[in-house]
């Protein structure tokens, strides 16, 4: 009987705690640091926002942000829509599209916080170590190419096709070339299981990917890309922290946080967090470039002889 009551109690208290929980999120005013929003986030950076937001919700215990994972081109119609008020991309609006939001006398705050590289990546048993962009930009138009391997995207709204369009100089690519999956988690499983295909994702999916990710990224190698130049006797460059930074690494996006909010909300409170010493030493240790590099201070004491 005693065991019965206490079942009884646990599922009373778990019942009025949810209720509470739920009624002072709906209570809870938004300010820069308190209440609920939505966030769209650009699928091939969304790793790195999810941490941020998860210090973020950990250091002001009355915000709550949810996170919507969308590819580029979905984010852009959204937003057009004015289904959300807040996204993250891998780029900034372009001139045409920041156009249609002055004509309509909305000016979004757009706040730049850090670096991320577009990577192509493959099986580690592939012999392939690097890219020659020309011939890859002959394959994709379906001329005679070198290239063998099939190459995948994320899929075809995706922000990493949009920058190897606009980086090639190339409006349409030979359909029998390539192929897309459904989204930058399916693309890495899909390179880690197919030893002849070629992927391009944005860098952060494999410096830092979800802990069920692990082990398909273990089977996975990124590629250099091919340089006119030598530099320090290397003929292909790969991404890191140091060459994102320094542009050596050709293929870098900037990142960014777009708000159409109007007023000082939670979406303002998260831009100046992911773009203020807290949020950019999260980016710095995920291996993405941060706007800008937190400082370090040394303490001294006595004398130095």
Not at 7 to 21: A, D, P, R, W
Not at 38 to 43: A, P, Q
Not at 168 to 186: A, G, W, Y
Not at 195 to 222: C, F, H, R, T, Y
Request: with cysteine.
């Amino acid at each position: 009987m005693k065991i019965k009551l206490l079942g009884v109690l646990i599922i009373v208290i778990t019942f009025v705690s949810c209720e509470l929980g739920t009624k002072l999120t709906k209570d809870t005013k938004e300010t820069v640091v308190t209440g609920t929003t939505t966030i769209l986030v650009d699928e091939s950076i969304f790793p790195i926002v999810e941490d941020v937001v998860a210090v973020f919700e950990n250091e002001y215990k009355n915000a709550q942000i949810n996170l919507i994972c969308k590819p580029e081109g979905e984010i852009l119609r959204l937003l057009k829509e004015d289904k959300s008020k807040i996204a993250i991309l891998a780029r900034n609006l372009s001139r045409s599209e920041l156009q249609y939001y002055t004509n309509k006398k909305i000016i979004p705050r757009v706040t730049e916080f850090g670096e991320d590289a577009v990577v192509f990546i493959t099986h580690k048993s592939n012999a392939l170590e690097t890219v020659s962009i020309d011939a890859l930009a002959s394959k994709l138009k379906g001329a005679a190419s070198q290239w063998e391997n099939t190459l995948v995207f994320e899929n075809p709204q995706s922000s990493t096709l949009s920058f190897l369009k606009k980086n090639l100089e190339i409006n349409t690519f030979d359909p029998k070339v390539v192929f897309s999956m459904h989204d930058s988690k399916e693309l890495v499983r899909f390179i880690s299981a197919n030893k002849n295909a070629v992927g391009i994702v944005g860098v952060n999916w494999i410096l830092q990917p979800p802990v069920d990710m692990e082990q398909d990224v273990q089977n996975i190698k990124i590629l250099g890309i091919n340089i006119p130049k030598i530099i320090d006797g290397k003929s292909s460059v790969k991404p890191n922290q140091s060459n994102i930074a320094d542009h050596s690494y050709p293929w870098t996006r900037k990142l960014y946080l777009l708000n159409f909010q109007g007023a000082n909300g939670l979406g303002m409170g998260f831009a100046s967090y992911i773009a203020g010493e807290n949020g950019q030493r999260i980016l710095l240790k995920s291996g993405l470039s941060p706007i800008k590099f937190p400082t370090r201070e040394i303490n001294i004491k006595g004398s130095i002889e």
